[in-house]
């Protein structure tokens, strides 16, 4: 590279780009997991927001979900240290922002989707399975031995019990209203509260990147390189913030075969809810 073309370089935005790929679930990722969590990308975050000449800070999102609690700790940091930096944060959706992954985006003071990106499923959701039936037919006799009430709580094995159903359901209203809240104030008066009703946008119902920007559930269609390049300037440089590989990766441990799979299939299965 020349010095003049080192020197225009230098004086050229830098747009840092960090890719939220994959289901949002506490765990390290010392073996190699995809999971996002705050553990596994606090690093990366911090690295977004250092350095110089930084003009913004470009979340590309592509999650069907997760944990409530990841998604709030991963997107309280990215506004802490916006805030602390000055440095604005756009959130430009790829494949899917659900759930979870559109907690992240909200993360963000603008969001960009394409036109046939999946926005929405602001809900919540526990599933499981019964195996009272599995277990007579099969003859096994289970042992439990617990001390308090509700330690049993919506145990497989045994009868649906109504009481432990309240206990999850109002559960479930209460996380569901803390969604429904980050959102209100995240995008506000974009958001409208007729159309809210209406659509049934806090009901988990998902819409295109079309309707998602009539809803105001996102500001704009567009593409990362473009829209960034038409905000600032056609100079603007792209930084891809990557996470650096464990102790484990780099000593070539990884996880076992069996746990990959298992892993694979859980993460398709996530995003196979969205046709994906």
């Given amino acids: 590279m020349s010095f003049v073309s080192k020197f225009f370089k230098s004086k050229a935005s830098v747009i840092n780009v960090l890719r939220l790929n994959g289901v949002i ?160 104030s995240r995008r506000g008066n974009r958001l409208n509260i007729d159309v809210v009703k209406e659509e049934g946008i806090f009901e988990a119902k998902i819409f295109s990147g079309t309707k998602a920007c009539q809803y105001g559930l996102a500001d704009s269609i567009g593409e990362l390189k473009q829209v960034m390049r038409e905000r600032f300037n056609e100079k603007v440089v792209f930084k891809e913030i990557s996470g650096r590989k464990k102790l484990g990766q780099r000593l070539g441990l990884s996880s076992s075969s069996y746990s990959r799979i298992i892993e694979h299939i859980e993460e398709r299965i996530a995003f196979a809810k969205f046709g994906l």
């Fill in 25 to 184: 679930a506490s765990g390290s990722k010392f073996l190699g997991s995809s999971n996002l969590s705050l553990e596994s990308l606090e690093k990366q975050i911090e690295r977004a927001f250092s350095g110089k000449k930084i003009a913004g800070v470009a979340l590309v999102i592509n999650s069907p979900g997760g944990s409530p609690v990841q998604s709030a700790l991963i997107s309280e940091r990215i506004i802490e240290l916006s805030k602390k930096n000055n440095i604005p944060v756009f959130a430009f959706v790829e494949d899917v922002a659900a759930s979870g992954g559109y907690w992240l985006a909200c993360a963000a003071d603008e969001i960009f989707v394409m036109p046939a990106s999946i926005v929405g499923s602001i809900g919540v959701i526990s599933a499981g399975f019964g195996f009272v039936e599995v277990i007579k037919k099969i003859g096994v006799e289970r042992r439990v031995f617990s001390k308090g009430d509700n330690k049993g709580m919506l145990d497989p094995f045994q009868p649906q019990n109504p009481d432990d159903v309240k206990v999850i359901t109002d559960l479930q209203e209460e996380i569901h209203q803390q969604f429904k809240d980050w959102v209100s």
